[in-house]
């Protein structure tokens, strides 16, 4: 009898909010035959601790590796020849269930203020630092002949081709994006976060906490 092929691709990073993680969890499954792909999803591969939750000496994460989930499967099913097409090593995380929508909208105003207070006072900072106001002066009295004690058009235009280049540099005004390409700030938390990821797993790659084949 012909093996039947299952394609499984690991993901890698995955957040639950239950204790049991199912295949289907962290990596996707595909087999021709429909039966066999339900029943590998909705197969166990890994439980919690009861306390896992409160993230103790990191027990709120572990790694899989998919050496393991080869190994169940062909365990489980004994006919199937398995084909790995995503990550070798999935880290997988236990999460509290989102708070209200209060407390989420609390935390976003409180970042955002910290992100604008925080922005606005380095610009200050750095255009002190320069003296920007004296160059102004300078170009001004040069150009037109005269001092000024005033904000001359210099300062207007100049804090306006800062907002706009502030906006076109972020790609976003508001909710809407310019662009479909990717803003700098959701490039760098993918950095920083496939970053923090690959030491996760390296570090419990290192300490021989990583579910692996037997």
Same mark, same amino acid.
């Given at each position: 009898? +012909? !093996? $039947?092929?299952? &394609?499984? !691709?690991?993901? @890698? ?5 239950? %204790? ?18 339900? %029943?590998?999803?909705?197969?166990? =591969? &890994?439980?919690? @601790?009861? +306390? ?10 572990? =790694?899989?590796?998919?050496? &393991?989930?080869?190994? %169940?499967?062909?365990?489980?099913? !004994?006919? =199937? ?10 880290? =997988? ?10 407390? $989420? ?28 106001? $004296? ?41 809407? @994006?310019?662009? @479909? ?10 950095? &920083? ?12 790659? $290192? ?8």
């Amino acid at each position: 009898m +012909d !093996k $039947k092929t299952v &394609y499984i !691709k690991g993901k @890698r990073n995955t957040q639950v909010t239950c %204790r049991d993680v199912y295949l289907k969890d962290i990596a996707t499954v595909n087999c021709s035959d429909e039966n066999l792909t339900a %029943r590998l999803n909705a197969m166990k =591969v &890994y439980k919690f @601790r009861q +306390d896992a939750q409160k993230g103790k000496n990191g027990e709120n994460r572990t =790694v899989i590796s998919i050496l &393991y989930l080869i190994s %169940r499967i062909e365990q489980a099913e !004994k006919n =199937v020849q398995v084909e790995s097409l995503g990550e070798q090593d999935m880290l =997988v995380q236990i999460v509290e269930p989102e708070k209200g929508r209060i407390w $989420k909208r609390a935390q976003i105003v409180f970042v955002s203020m910290i992100a604008f207070f925080g922005t606005a006072f380095t610009i200050m900072a750095f255009h002190n630092d320069i003296g920007i106001h $004296k160059v102004f002066e300078r170009v001004f009295t040069l150009v037109i002949g005269h001092d000024t004690n005033n904000f001359t058009v210099l300062e207007v235009a100049y804090s306006i081709g800062l907002c706009i280049g502030i906006v076109l540099f972020f790609n976003h005004i508001g909710k809407r @994006r310019i662009t @479909r390409d990717p803003t700098p700030i959701e490039v760098e938390m993918f950095l &920083y976060e496939k970053n923090v990821d690959d030491t996760l797993v390296e570090t419990a790659d $290192k300490e021989g906490r990583t579910i692996d084949a037997p």
